[in-house]
């Protein structure tokens, strides 16, 4: 029977994950992937170049297996993923491999464009220790109030189960977007000195006044 359960430990680590049915209403919650500006999309220690691109794809299609992306030289994946708005998360899927390369635990950050693997030796907004899911039964729920404005996610996965590599093959993101807005900045220039120029007929005035 589905189920819930949430972790919070001293260490800052805390995860919030439910099992979740599979209504047919699932492919539009989870559409998020349509507003992430895929050209910007980053993937940092992939094995293929542009295979971290594919795990972001519709619901219906999770189960995809042709579709993964694999590390490199370690077990450690990094996304970088800029929206092409505001987004407010509220839930993640996690479809790994079907043996030890399903990453074990996520780690979560907020509008940090660019970041690397130095980047993420700070603390993360959230993390998650993560069970294996190779059909997308598990929803992770992000803070909201955290979560609440991103228009940059980046999400680390630095370890798995136990094998040599990670793979992924699906990464659901679940939320409301909001279109961004952008304001034009005001430039004002202040006099902060005379300008000569400006007063130069008051000067001449000033310079062709007979003196008594």
């Given amino acids: 029977m589905p ?6 430990h001293d260490s800052g680590c805390s995860d919030e994950a439910a099992h979740i049915d599979q209504p047919l209403e699932m492919g539009i919650e989870y559409s998020l992937y349509e507003k992430i500006d895929l050209d ?3 993937c940092l220690n992939e094995e293929l ?18 579709q993964f992306v694999k590390s490199d030289s370690d077990e450690e994946l990094l996304f970088n993923i800029p929206f092409t708005g505001n987004i407010k998360l509220k839930g993640i899927i996690i479809i790994g491999g079907n043996d030890e390369s399903h990453p074990n635990k996520m780690r ?29 039964e598990i929803e992770y729920s992000p803070k909201v109030v955290t979560f609440s404005s991103v228009y940059h996610l980046s999400i680390h996965f630095p370890t798995n189960f136990g094998a040599d590599n ?20 005001t430039i004002c220039n202040y006099e902060a000195r005379p300008n000569v120029t400006d007063h130069k007929n008051k000067l001449y005035d000033s310079v062709n006044h007979t003196i008594q």
């Fill in 49 to 66: 170049e542009g295979s971290g691109k594919r795990v972001f794809r519709p619901y219906e299609n999770r189960l995809d297996t042709t």
């Fill in 108 to 136: 979560l950050f907020k509008n940090r464009p660019k970041m690397t693997f130095d980047d993420v030796l700070v603390k993360a907004d959230q993390e998650f220790e993560l069970s294996p899911d190779y059909r997308g």
């Fill in 3 to 8: 189920h819930g359960h949430s972790h919070n």
């Fill in 40 to 42: 910007n999309l980053e």
């Fill in 166 to 185: 990670t793979c992924i093959h699906y990464i659901g993101l679940r939320g409301e977007f909001s279109e961004a807005h952008y304001h034009g900045v």
